[in-house]
């Protein structure tokens, strides 16, 4: 369910600059401010299916790169505060199934709707830098798909934690992670998944629980990742997935 999002801008033809997860054969979700505000680049397209975005390294993934029809930010989407920043990418074509391209599951209420999350451990993937980019000579850009452990944290110490970012905004709408080992989403893993694995009738599966949003810096001790929570848009995606 992994996508990778490509732009294209007058200086370079093709850039791989957020991710995306498969919901459907037709839906990818993504953070809103992947797809607005991103003049002068424009996206595109859709790659489904790879590991390494470096065409030219044997990974054993056969890639599809889907064009996009539309993409739909979230109706009260804030670039300054960042909230609500969810969207949606509807594909051109409907996309086949095969080991490496199937949808995630969509967190449903019954599931995961009264129970608390905080302490959870949960997974996030990208392509994204490997540090923060301000001078920094670690941050550089991966072109294999990266993967790291996050927990859950409690909204409060989250709050508590961005309190002198004025525009910074923790609702109900955001969940924020942590790790206690120094890893995190960086610049290019925007849009990204946040997710749980969980036994949900019988069956290990991996839910989207949140869209890799935000945060400061990357791995800053003491700075949780922000992520838009999934489950607190479930009734916008479902309307917008037509």
């Known amino acids: 369910w992994m996508a990778a999002l490509g732009y294209r801008s007058p200086m370079k033809p093709l850039e791989w600059l957020c991710g995306g997860s498969l919901i459907s054969d ?5 953070a809103a401010h992947c797809i607005t505000n991103i003049a002068p680049s424009i996206f595109y397209v859709v790659r489904l299916g790879d590991l390494d975005l470096d065409d030219t390294v044997a990974d054993g993934a056969s890639p599809i790169d889907v064009p996009i029809e539309r993409a739909i930010a979230y109706d009260h989407y804030n670039n300054t505060t960042h909230s609500g920043d969810i969207g949606l ?7 086949e199934y095969s080991n490496l391209i199937r949808p995630i599951c969509l967190p449903e209420s019954d599931t995961f709707g009264s129970s608390s999350l ?6 996030i993937a990208g392509w994204g830098r490997t540090a923060h980019i301000t001078g920094n000579p670690r941050a550089v850009v991966v072109t294999r798909l990266q993967e790291a ?3 859950i944290t409690d909204k409060n110490n989250c709050s508590n934690a961005y309190r002198r970012f004025n525009k910074t905004v923790i609702d109900d709408g955001v969940i ?11 610049q290019g893993d925007s849009g990204g998944p946040l997710m749980l694995t969980s036994l949900v009738g019988g069956s290990f599966n991996f839910y989207l629980l949140g869209v890799v949003s935000h945060g400061y810096k990357c791995a800053e001790p003491g700075y949780p990742g922000i992520y838009s929570k999934v489950m607190f848009y479930m009734d916008w995606i479902k309307k917008n997935m037509t």
């Open 118 to 123: 905080v302490g959870e451990s949960c997974d």
């Open 26 to 30: 037709r839906y990818v979700v993504t």
């Open 176 to 186: 924020c992670a942590i790790s206690a080992i120094g890893q995190d989403a960086c």
């Open 149 to 151: 452990r996050v927990d």
């Open 89 to 95: 990418v509807k594909l051109k074509n409907r996309v």
